[in-house]
């Protein structure tokens, strides 16, 4: 069974820190590899996809260690608005199409 | 603009009768997804559909029924053996595999949240 593991949390912390959230999974061969934000009771958006190299957007750093098989989301200067939960997904390829499966998420609180 | 439209956005109902949540896109998408998340839980996948008139089970398809008679359109209904069935469901999209902007990214509608009274 394709799993993907990430730890609930919720992190608390204050405006301006550095916070990492990790995300294990299990099928090598998956493919495609994202983070989507989830506000309370709203759809998950995509925040930012992730690349073997790494790449990084504004405060937001996404990493992928496929040899250890997690990915990882860094984000700095934290936010009040940042609060929320942070779905990581992996997706596999299946006839033609990507199957993502989604880890349960990790809960951010920023507070002031 | 282009997007996916979840409808009813809240629905209560009785047990034992069935219910059915629309999901509509205009995005030209070919595979079509169905989710139900818990309170506190991950999204899990109910049904999936790569093509117009076919669909595949995800991890917790019993009690669940879909079809795909229109490449927009990907309904979910929610029959009375889904012994558990209040839950938030999501409807995603995303475009067929080979194209070159198709990174496996999911394209959501806002949701339905199912209660059953």
């Known amino acids: 069974r394709k799993e993907v593991e990430q730890d609930p949390g919720p992190f608390n912390v204050p405006e301006g820190a550095t916070v990492a959230f990790n995300c294990t999974y299990s099928n090598s061969a998956s493919q495609s590899f994202f983070w989507y934000r989830q506000d309370c009771r709203k759809e998950p958006k995509l925040l930012m996809s992730?690349?073997?190299s790494g790449n990084e957007d504004g405060r937001f750093t996404a990493q992928l260690n496929r040899a250890s098989q997690y990915i990882s989301l860094l984000i700095r200067d934290s936010k009040l608005s940042d609060s929320a939960t942070y779905l990581c997904?992996?997706?596999?390829?299946?006839?033609?199409?990507?199957?993502?499966?989604f880890g349960r998420g990790t809960s951010l609180i920023v507070h002031p | 603009d282009g997007g996916i439209t979840q409808s009813p956005k809240y629905l209560f109902r009785k047990e034992g009768q069935n219910v059915t949540l629309s999901c509509e896109q205009n995005?030209?998408?070919?595979?079509m997804y169905w989710y139900r998340q818990d309170p506190g839980q991950g999204l899990r996948l109910i049904y999936y559909s790569q093509i117009v008139n076919d669909f595949q089970k995800g991890d917790i398809a019993e009690g669940y029924s879909v079809s795909r008679e229109k490449k927009e359109s990907f309904p979910l209904t929610v029959t009375s053996a889904q012994k558990n069935p209040t839950a938030f469901y999501l409807c995603a999209s995303s475009p067929r595999t080979g194209l070159i902007s198709n990174t496996g990214e999911l394209f959501f509608g806002e949701g339905s949240r199912l209660t059953v009274l």
């Open positions: 995005l030209n998408h070919d595979a």
């Open positions: 997904v992996v997706s596999d390829a299946s006839g033609g199409s990507y199957i993502p499966t």
């Open positions: 992730v690349y073997s």
